[in-house]
């Protein structure tokens, strides 16, 4: 359910701001201010918001759909590093309590997956320890009990 929420956010997101990228594109390609291209292109189309809207939105569907594919991958592989990061540090966690002396190895690993589980935001990607994803999936279920 989380999946198609950040798709639809994402495709919400695109469909809002892709005008705004078009006109920025247009300033940068003539070197012209974006007062200028917005009345360029109302003298263009004749003063027809119909038209306006199209040439503002001139390009959107295979741009939404390279930009759906590449957000895909990356999710699927942030996804798999987490999945190993956190396999990694529950094998260190159990190595640790399973020995008196940890190896170095197990402690570096334990180290490691605690301090780059990666978790992605709603502003990119940033990093929060296992305890922090630990204590929001806690969280998480009791709201969902409720």
């Known amino acids: 359910q989380s999946t198609c929420s950040l798709l639809y956010l994402h495709v919400l997101q695109m469909a809002l ?3 705004l990228d078009t006109v920025k594109v247009r300033c ?3 070197s012209l ?3 200028k291209v917005l009345a360029e292109m109302y003298r263009s189309t004749g003063g027809n918001w119909p038209a306006i809207f199209g040439a503002l939105y001139a390009g959107i569907l295979p741009s939404m759909a390279l930009s759906v594919l590449v957000g895909s ?3 699927a592989c942030f996804c798999a590093t987490r999945r190993v990061l956190s396999r990694l540090a529950a094998a260190a966690a159990a190595d ?3 020995s008196s ?3 170095a190895q197990g402690v570096a690993a334990a ?3 605690q301090h780059v589980m990666a978790s992605h935001g709603a502003t990119g990607t940033h990093y929060m320890t296992v ?3 630990q204590e929001e999936r806690h969280e998480q279920q009791q709201q969902d009990q409720q």
Do not use: G, I, K
Request: glycine share 0%; no cysteine.
């Open 17 to 19: 701001l892709y005008p």
């Open 73 to 75: 991958v990356h999710y």
């Open 96 to 98: 640790s309590r399973s």
């Open 101 to 103: 002396q940890p190896s």
């Open 33 to 35: 201010s974006s007062r």
């Open 111 to 113: 180290s490691h997956a």
């Open 131 to 133: 305890e922090d994803d």
């Open 28 to 30: 940068q390609a003539a």
